[in-house]
């Protein structure tokens, strides 16, 4: 059973599974995932659009660096684990997004 898939490649995400997670929702496998250097080369453009954003990925490079790891490791966090209810939630929204509207939404 596949959580996610990667944006990049398709790839199936499982829970636990390294993987990095853009604001956006996007999630992308370790092989696909950007190393924290290009997180930091993006980080003027990200910059001007959300500063809260960049400050969390300041935050996580910060704490990386801190913690012996280099700027060449891939920009990746293990999917946290979440109850079965939240996951049959964001399987829906997913699907939302990607199908035309919802039909139980346009009649009453
Ligand atoms: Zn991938």
Redesign the pocket.
């Known amino acids: 059973m596949s959580d996610f898939a ?1 944006e ?4 199936e995400l499982h829970q636990g599974d390294l993987a990095h997670h853009c604001a956006d929702g996007v999630a ?2 370790e ?2 995932a950007p190393t924290f250097q290009d997180m930091l080369d993006e980080m003027p453009e990200q910059a001007e659009a959300d500063y809260e954003v960049t400050a969390g990925v300041q935050a996580w490079i910060a704490e990386h660096l801190s913690a012996g790891g280099a700027l060449t490791d891939k920009a990746v966090r293990a999917i946290p684990t979440v109850s079965e209810e939240d996951l049959a939630r964001i399987r829906a929204a997913m699907e939302d997004a990607e199908d035309a509207p919802a039909p139980l939404e346009t009649q009453h």
Request: hydrophobic share 20%; net charge positive.
């Open positions: 990667c990049g490649c398709g790839k992308l496998c092989a696909c």
